[in-house]
């Protein structure tokens, strides 16, 4: 813990530094510009997987050595790349995120009980670090009501060397308004918040590009120090203050870096018109086909990672919708030709996308926001578990293997019809069950579910079979399905 004089001389510092001159906000060396980052601060750094990353800061903080650090963030990058640079030396106590990402180092040292992680959902963390630059200590969410996230005792912390839990969440208080549940989530103001901007004035004035605004924007509201990181510095009125995203009374420090790598996780493209005809790949085809069904012309609709990404290619024709990812944009479009890929502009797979005519680009916060506040139509959606009353599982094996919810548990809970597509079974093992195994995702939230053998939609709260496939049969649906069902009279065929 950093000691009250600690943040007393951060303060006075901050203070004396404003007093004098906006100008003596411009540092010149990131090193500088991050130095009093003391031992055991909480330091929220924006971002999204690598895009909009503070790279350079993030290093700067890696070489002054602060250790036992609370990092607050919606990942911890790359082994090699961003905050995994600090997972490496081994300066993060905790992390408070939402998803692990392709980081296999920040997966092994949670399991290994090497590092304290706070799981928490992709809405939630944007809106704790949102509502506490807003002065708000705390609020509700239906986010994770029912789950691990409200009933606490998941673990934050292995014993070393076992499975059995050191540090563990505490349970959230529940309350219903107008009929359905919420959960108290408090806010998360830091010490220091470190993020990335496109350009900056000298007083401060920020403005994000493209999809790299992501966490950067609400988690520039939300610390005492808030230190940018820019690729341009201009002067004072060359910004226009329609244009400006957040505006240089939140911003304490700003660093122009010479050296921006603009990394891209997942690099995809548009190849034409190859196509996958590998087995595995016609399954997903013919679970997606028959979901391009649900979508009608102008929904709004979140798409998950995986089999949900599919859905573009075979939409009903004169079909048009506008496709949202919870990174913040909604219009996205195919995947970029070679040689047209932006790292700024990104899905929420980490994919390189387009955008098409009418995108729309903004916050995290608000970005969830519009899920919460059930302005979506659709989101369809993987899982690892499926139960009979509709809940899902699809973000964690406990002590084996770690997702992280991401933004799945404030989607399933949106409000707007939540579809699941999945392979019916895996390696032989049932995935539709009378109770799922897995912690929850969402209780009762499920409104149908679409494999490769059968449509099941949930009546009466459970689910029911209206649809069998071609090739298969009510038998062979029977044996691949955790529990029993009822049988719609004369079920379709698909």
Request: charged residues 25%.
């Amino acid at each position: 813990m950093h000691s009250l004089k600690s943040l007393q001389n951060v303060n006075k510092m901050l203070f004396q530094k404003n007093i004098f001159s906006f100008s003596s906000k411009v540092y010149s060396c990131a090193k500088e510009a991050t130095k009093d980052i003391f031992d055991g601060a909480k330091v929220l750094v924006g971002g999204f997987g690598v895009c909009g990353v503070p790279e350079n800061l993030i290093k700067a903080v890696q070489q002054n050595g602060p250790k036992n650090l609370t990092i607050v963030s919606n990942n911890c990058g790359l082994k090699d790349f961003g905050l995994g640079l600090l997972l490496n030396t081994r300066q993060i106590k905790r992390m408070i995120s939402s998803y692990v990402g392709e980081n296999d180092e920040f997966e092994r040292q949670y399991l290994k009980g090497e590092l304290e992680v706070e799981l928490t959902p992709q809405g939630t963390l944007a809106e704790k670090c949102r509502a506490a630059g807003h002065g708000i200590p705390a609020f509700y969410t239906p986010t994770g009501a029912h789950t691990f996230i409200e009933q606490g005792g998941f673990p934050i912390k292995y014993k070393q060397g076992s499975h059995e839990p050191e540090i563990v969440t505490a349970p959230k208080e529940r309350r219903n308004f107008n009929g359905k549940e919420y959960i108290l989530e408090e806010t998360i103001f830091g010490d220091f918040a470190l993020v990335k901007a496109k350009k900056a004035d000298r007083y401060g004035n920020l403005v994000f590009n493209r999809t790299a605004r992501n966490f950067n924007q609400d988690m520039a509201t939300a610390s005492r120090c808030v230190i940018a990181e820019v690729e341009e510095i201009v002067e004072n009125g060359e910004i226009d203050p329609d244009h400006v995203h957040i505006p240089g009374v939140f911003v304490h420090r700003i660093y122009k870096a010479e050296n921006v790598s603009k990394r891209i996780e997942k690099l995809t493209l548009d190849q034409g018109e190859s196509k996958d005809c590998s087995a595995s790949f016609k399954i997903r085809e013919k679970i997606i086909k028959r979901a391009a069904q649900e979508v009608t012309n102008g929904m709004y609709v979140n798409l998950g990672i995986g089999i949900p990404t599919l859905l573009p290619n075979y939409l009903p024709k004169g079909v048009v919708i506008e496709l949202h990812s919870e990174n913040g944009i909604i219009g996205i479009g195919k995947y970029p030709k070679p040689g047209q890929e932006d790292s700024d502009i990104i899905n929420a797979g980490k994919e390189t996308i387009t955008m098409v005519p009418g995108s729309s680009i903004f916050s995290s916060s608000l970005s969830f926001g519009i899920i919460r506040g059930g302005h979506l139509d659709l989101t369809i959606l993987g899982a690892m578990q499926v139960s009979k009353e509709g809940d899902i599982a699809n973000w964690i094996i406990p002590g084996k293997m770690v997702k992280g919810m991401g933004g799945a548990m404030d989607l399933v809970q949106s409000g707007s019809k939540v579809i699941v597509v999945m392979e019916h079974t895996t390696k032989g093992k049932h995935k539709l069950l009378k109770n799922c195994s897995l912690p929850l995702t969402g209780k009762s939230v499920i409104d149908k579910v679409i494999t490769e053998k059968a449509v099941f939609e949930k009546r009466d709260g459970i689910l029911v079979l209206t649809e069998i496939a071609h090739d298969s049969s009510l038998e062979d649906i029977q044996a691949s399905t955790g529990f029993d069902f009822d049988v719609v009279s004369n079920p379709l065929r698909f």
